[in-house]
């Protein structure tokens, strides 16, 4: 059996770096505007860029399009940074620790480190970050593109039920494991969502959503929830069952690889995921997974936070 290929991560701002980058919160809130309008200051109710710098407020902004009396904004409205008595410096470093590890930091590793008084609010801090790392816009996947599913979570007496995924609970739906659908595409990106279950409809859907009616190839294993996604697109697959694991192009190593990045996150660092939050968890990965060759992985975090 081939072993799951290994992504490789672009090497990330060091703590060194990052304290000589932003040694206060001003210099962070210059580094949040830079990002989140690299042309310019613009009013985030109505994108209208002429706006006036309050100079006795630094970093607020008046915009008179809005209203009569004006719209007054600062550079964290409308970011997860919005509405918090933390300062930003915090949140930046928290979200260095969590982008420069490939399997995930726990809230109590953020806890300990940053000297936050209560676990809860690294928590907080580290599901708000995961939110704003989603990517609601991602472009849909082409090329030769691997598709399967995993399961996430369950009782610990029941870990090894399901193991040939053709026997009752189908891969876990019978032990209290979560599904998650995954597609990749081959030295791209990869887009894992939580599913409710395994079953064709399912499995169709997502599919239709993550992948280009242009892809050149769908490779799936031999699991019946794959049917109707053969009848749709140009697929093959490979079978398991029958002791094939890689023929020719043919294969599903690579969203193996990924899955195995997930788990170990979750079993190695987060321990427990419940299914409530799991997606949030999944956007993380999948966000450090897509920007593995990005050397500002933090600024394009950053922009969309």
């Known amino acids: 059996m081939a ?22 919160d001003d210099a962070c809130k210059t580094y949040l505007a830079a990002r989140r309008w690299p042309n310019g200051v613009r ?14 407020r630094p970093f607020h902004w008046l915009c008179r399009n809005c209203s009569a009396d004006g719209y007054r904004f600062s ?6 940074f919005e ?13 260095h620790m969590m982008l420069t590890s490939k399997k995930g930091v726990a809230a109590l590793e953020v806890q300990r480190v940053m000297g936050f008084g209560s676990y809860k609010t690294a928590h907080y801090m580290c599901h708000r970050i995961r939110a704003g790392l989603l990517d609601p816009n991602f472009r849909k996947l082409v090329g030769i593109v691997e598709a399967d599913e995993t399961f996430i ?20 739906m019978g032990s209290g494991k979560t599904p998650i659908a ?37 490779v799936t294993d031999e699991w019946v929830g794959y049917n109707q996604v053969h009848e749709d697109f140009p697929t093959s697959i490979i079978r398991h069952t029958h002791g094939e694991y890689v023929v020719g192009a043919v294969h599903t190593n690579t969203i193996e690889g990924f899955w195995s990045l997930v788990k ?22 999948e966000f450090r997974y897509n920007n593995r060759h990005n050397p500002d992985i933090f600024g394009t975090a950053v922009a969309g936070c």
């Open 43 to 56: 009013c985030p109710r109505c994108d209208n860029d002429k706006v006036w710098a309050l100079h006795a």
């Open 153 to 172: 979570g369950g009782k610990a007496k029941n870990k090894h039920i399901g193991k040939g995924r053709g026997g009752p609970g189908r891969g876990g």
């Open 3 to 24: 072993k799951p290929s290994k992504p490789k991560f672009t090497k990330q701002m060091t703590l060194r770096q990052f304290d000589e980058l932003f040694p206060d």
């Open 264 to 285: 170990r996150g979750v079993v190695g660092t987060f321990h427990k995921v419940s299914r409530k939050y799991l997606p949030l968890y999944v956007a993380e990965f």
């Open 75 to 80: 550079v964290i409205v409308e970011t997860i």
């Open 182 to 218: 995954g597609a990749i595409e081959r030295g791209g990106n990869v887009v894992a969502r939580v599913i409710n279950n395994v079953r064709k409809d399912t499995l169709t859907q997502f599919v239709r959503e993550a992948v280009s009616d242009k892809v050149s190839l769908i």
């Open 83 to 95: 509405e918090t008595k933390i300062g930003l410096r915090d949140w930046f470093r928290v979200i």
